[in-house]
């Protein structure tokens, strides 16, 4: 009796051994090693494809249930070839991960397969099973090492837009991608005044592409003249606005300005900062190139000059100087391949004096007013008994235009500059241009020197409307009588151009001049001056008749030989 309690014992040990060991190959092989997508962020549940929701029902199948266990005892012995491939790789390797499957939905239609294959099998051995055990099944062992699947957490909704091989993305939070259409090329037409407005009264022409939302233009703009079709702007833009182009507009890159008779300027920029400038004349011909600072200021700067035939013949190179704050320059003019000559530029305009030579080549200095600047603005510069006139500077055309006032007539002017120089033994020049008005012409014009006020002055004047000439110096409002016996006839005059010149060509002689032509006689006494005098105010002399009589001033010079 006691050996067939042994026998009996020991079966049942070894059966519960079996079924333990075939339940955990089981479990392995049909749960495999499952591809999970790292990328929950970038799914939603919308786009789950119904073979994926297959293959998870598939998978929840074959987790092995306490219930069933009893059933699967026979199918168990007895596996499928790849639960049985399984366990042989299980076997070789126990501690290597198994290979990644080529797909994760073949191993669960495998398994279903199976499944419905043994199904009449399991039934009849798990009747078989059940009349030859004498207790009941004990609950199932839990294995800590299986991990079983987790319910998947709701998956949030996001617009983020990717390719099909999302394992090659992350998910970045509040990350858009939006694909717009290209938009098209549009035309727009504006007034000179840079105002919208429609083809037949349009200054010029505006094509480019334009964001719809925005209204701000992508890529290259370009502008044509209405009239010609020739080009007045291309480049792009940093900052853009149609209302006010001048004040609100930046431009970014490369840019190019055309005027309309085919000038043009090259503009590069960098996010609405201008860096460089090149500049081109009509020909073609460049006049000017400057590199800038941070803050606008021309660090270096070129500019070429001309001649009336289109030759080069000097520059003006300078850039920004930090110790004076300002821009300092050096204008160079050359003649034959020779200096002819050599200015000094502060702020942009001449300091007045400068190296000269003459065409025979003999060097001197010289002090000048071409109006570049107003004159109002120099130190060296001063206007007298300036309330009985108004003044109007012109830099572009280089002049500085006087009109008399309504009041009292017959009122003088001077605009003059102190100079030092050895007037009693050396050499000098002074020589003054005018242009006379063609309405209403201040006909007395004339040099003045040696001036210390309105009452005391030494001149050469002319008068255009009488014809005549004066040179003669006075004192306290007395003039002398340096004109005894000269006939002060004027010669014949065309232009409105007027050109005086004084000449001290030796001790004690002088010439005059008028346009260039000497007056019909030798000699004219000059006026008496100290030896020792080393200072004269040399300048401008006008005087006005009547109410609104213009005259304009254009060049000055005086040549210290």
């Given amino acids: ?56 029902n598939a998978e929840n199948d074959n987790v092995p249930k306490p219930e069933k266990r009893a059933k699967k005892a026979n199918t168990e012995k007895n596996p499928s070839p790849q639960v049985a491939k399984a366990e042989v790789k ?21 398994n279903i397969s199976s499944k419905k294959s043994s199904k009449k099998q399991k039934n009849r051995d798990s009747k078989e099973l059940a009349s030859t055990e004498t207790k009941q099944p004990t609950q199932p062992v839990k294995n800590e090492n299986v991990v079983l699947p987790k319910k998947k957490a709701p998956e949030p909704k996001v617009n983020n837009i990717v390719t099909e091989n999302t394992l090659a993305f992350q998910a970045v939070e509040g990350v858009k991608t939006e694909l717009q259409a290209p938009t098209a090329v549009e035309t727009m037409y504006f007034t000179k005044q840079n105002r919208y407005t429609n083809k037949e009264k349009a200054y010029f022409v505006r094509k480019g592409s334009f964001d719809p939302i925005t209204k701000q233009p992508k890529g290259l703009v370009e502008d044509y003249y209405s009239d ?47 860096e460089a400038e090149f500049q081109f004349n009509k020909e073609g011909q460049q006049i000017a190139e400057a590199m800038y600072l941070f803050d606008g200021k021309r660090k270096n700067f070129k500019e070429f000059i001309f001649d009336n035939n289109g030759k080069q013949i000097g520059s003006l190179i300078g850039g920004y100087d930090s110790d004076l704050g300002q821009e300092k320059a050096l204008r160079q003019i050359f003649q ?33 007013q071409d109006f570049v600047c107003n ?63 063609n309405a209403r012409p201040m006909s007395e014009v004339g040099i003045v020197w040696q001036y210390t006020d309105p009452k005391t002055y030494a001149y050469f004047k002319v008068n255009t409307k009488n014809k005549t000439f004066e040179i003669n110096d006075i004192t306290d409002n007395t003039p002398d009588n340096l004109m005894i016996g000269v006939k002060p006839q004027l010669p014949e005059q065309t232009s409105t151009s007027l050109k005086l010149t004084l000449k001290k060509v030796a001790d004690n002689e002088f010439i005059y001049l008028v346009n260039d032509q000497a007056l019909p006689f030798a000699k004219v006494k000059f006026p008496q001056f100290e030896k020792e005098s080393k200072t004269w105010n040399i300048g401008f002399y006008f005087k006005a008749y009547a109410p609104n009589e213009s005259l304009t001033l254009k060049y000055l010079e005086i040549k210290l030989l």
């Fill in 228 to 274: 010609t079709n020739k080009p007045k702007f291309k480049g792009q833009y940093e900052r853009y606005n149609n209302d006010d182009e001048a004040r609100n507009n930046k431009y970014d890159g490369r840019c190019e300005f055309y005027e309309e008779d085919g000038a043009k300027s090259i503009r590069i920029y960098s996010k609405g900062r201008l």
């Fill in 375 to 437: 004159p109002e603005y120099s130190k060296l510069w001063k206007f007298s008994n300036s309330s009985y006139f108004t003044t109007t500077h012109s830099r572009d055309n280089q002049q500085y235009t006087i009109r008399s006032t309504p009041g009292q007539q017959g009122q003088v002017g001077f605009l003059h500059t102190p100079i030092t120089h050895d007037f009693y033994k050396k050499n000098f020049e002074i020589e003054a241009i005018f242009e006379l008005s």
């Fill in 1 to 56: 009796m006691k050996l067939f309690y042994k026998i009996v014992t020991l079966i049942w040990c070894f059966s519960n051994s079996a079924i333990g060991q075939e339940q955990l190959k089981t479990l392995v092989a049909t749960s495999g090693w499952k591809q999970i997508n790292t990328l929950p962020l970038f799914e939603t549940k919308s786009e789950t494809s119904p073979a994926v929701v297959s293959k998870k």
């Fill in 90 to 110: 299980t076997e070789e390797n126990p501690t290597s991960l198994p290979a990644e499957p080529a797909t994760d939905i073949t191993p669960a239609k495998e």
């Fill in 336 to 368: 034959n391949n020779k200096l002819r000559s050599s200015v000094e530029y502060i702020a942009g305009c001449p300091n007045h004096q400068g190296d000269f030579m003459t065409e025979n080549d003999h060097k001197y200095k010289a002090v000048f």
